[in-house]
DNA sequence: AACTCAGTTCCAAATAATGGAATTTTTGGA
DNA sequence: TCCAAAAATTCCATTATTTGGAACTGAGTT
């Protein structure tokens, strides 16, 4: 039994909690009860509860005005989250080395299902500050970490991956059919480097490689991205064995300090 | 009845959870199963259930040594609870303009409980990451926002805090009674400014002033942090009046912006 | 081979979540 | 100012989930 029930927020009780708040904090606006009501499809009492739980556990907060928005706990557990972060702390080096190589922003995203998770970034200009970017999610199939990481996958968990996933156009040069995208892929794993040239962002483009590590089920990207009026193909293409290195480089330093052997 | 029994880790299965995720979270080091279950003090059973539980929802990883680390689904959710927030939004422009007035670090840090949790960061040189500090929580009762932030409490919540706090000493000049700290907070709410000499870590020199919106439930502090060498008392009084005036000029937007009303 | 310790699974009993409907509060129009 | 409609909140018998002691597995040791 239970054949087409399970599928997402499906961890009993947490992960109803969860999709709730997930719900709220990454709404664009504030959302009022009823909003949430709507989206969540749940009934009444139930997700006031939900609420209340989440308000409780500061993981929401209640403004005055019947206002749920994100609350303080959640930057508590993230700061958390980045600064033990491993992975990030192996690459910071290898990323500030390629920023001074570029002058441009460089950035690393670890994929998670479906989409690219930023885990780090360097950038030039502008002041110090907690980077909006970091831990933004974009999709994978359009962006240039995210196509690297999907080429370092095996045809198996791609093959999961890509079945049912929606194609969105967010630019003309936007790949969307599952055709394109795995000749792509083919040609990432061919060359060990992916171009993302406008196809996410308009007057965005970045060369990117990938970083794997089969020992610890890690699949992610290392890219450098710049404005397309600065960036033009042979900026990309001389950008490429850096970014190549930078990636080699990194998954070197992973299994030489966190250990070959485990 | 339940006169002793709910205290924290309370909201029923969420709070459990959540006090498990920050258990791991928040630990210096990875930990393993064994390590969990010594500091959650939950039986076996269950405690396995909700780490897997946890690390099916993304908010921990299980690493193939067996070892909990913090999931990156926290960083999604993290960063949209920076994004979004008003108050930091707000305050940003004046906090800047309060670091090229003083070219020192400056600090938004807002109460929460005993705690002040920093909300945000200016800082000179330094290349551009998350800053480890956003989100950290450090005692209100020897940090120069905390005790800003604290001098703009009334009695009754002020009452509130104090009885049970415990006094821990980080440096000697840290303040560790409650008599002291009364008149501390006393002192700062005649002058509108809180020093920090060294109260918290050693060597670090800070003046604060009181941030606060009774209509926003709102209550938190801006500071310029300096190192004690090139801090000193002159320093410190020459910046007050800056402090205080950017203090004043975020309540003043913060009442124009978010509305005098609601 | 026997032992130990860490991690995992099991299932009846206990507990917390559910959700439909009633109640209270807020909103905004007359 | 008052009233009606919408939104938010509370209630509680039913239902589903969590609980936790104990038994099991398996890797590393003596």
Redesign the interface.
């Known amino acids: 039994m239970a054949s087409e029930r399970d599928e997402e927020g499906?961890?009993?009780?947490?992960?109803k909690?969860?999709s709730v708040?997930?719900a709220v904090?990454?709404a664009e606006r504030p959302m009022r009860f009823t909003d949430v009501l709507a989206v969540s499809g749940q009934p009444r009492g139930t997700l006031h509860r939900q609420l209340s739980?989440?308000v409780?556990?500061?993981?929401l907060e209640l403004?005055?005005?019947h206002a749920y928005?994100?609350?303080?706990?959640?930057?508590?557990?993230?700061?958390?989250?980045?600064?033990?972060?491993?992975f990030r702390a192996v690459a910071a080096p290898f990323l500030?080395a390629l920023h001074r190589q570029t002058g441009e922003t460089v950035h690393l995203g670890?994929l998670?299902g479906r989409e690219i998770?930023y885990?780090?970034?360097?950038?030039?200009r502008?002041?110090?500050?907690?980077?909006?970017?970091?831990?933004?999610?974009s999709p994978a199939y359009c962006t240039g970490v995210g196509k690297a990481a999907l080429a370092a996958l095996d045809a198996e968990a791609l093959d999961a991956l890509l079945s049912g996933l929606e194609f969105r156009r967010f630019t003309p040069q936007t790949i969307t059919s599952r055709a394109a995208l795995l000749d792509e892929l083919a040609r990432i794993r061919l060359s060990g480097i992916a171009f993302d040239r406008e196809e996410h962002e308009p007057g965005i483009r970045c060369v990117a490689a990938p970083v794997f590590d089969a020992?610890?089920?890690l699949v992610a990207g290392v890219s450098v991205t710049g404005p397309a009026y600065r960036v033009g193909e042979v900026q990309l293409d001389d950008w490429a064995p850096r970014v190549r290195h930078a990636a080699g480089a990194i998954m070197a330093e992973l299994s030489a300090r966190l250990g070959p052997q485990?």
């Open positions: 499906g961890t009993g009780t947490l992960g909690a969860m708040l997930e904090a990454l739980h989440l409780q556990e500061g993981l403004r005055p005005d928005v994100p609350g303080l706990r959640l930057l508590k557990l993230a700061s958390a989250s980045w600064a033990r972060n491993e500030e670890v998670r998770i885990l780090d970034k360097v950038e030039s502008q002041a110090v500050r907690m980077n909006s970017q970091i831990g933004n999610a020992g610890r089920a485990r």
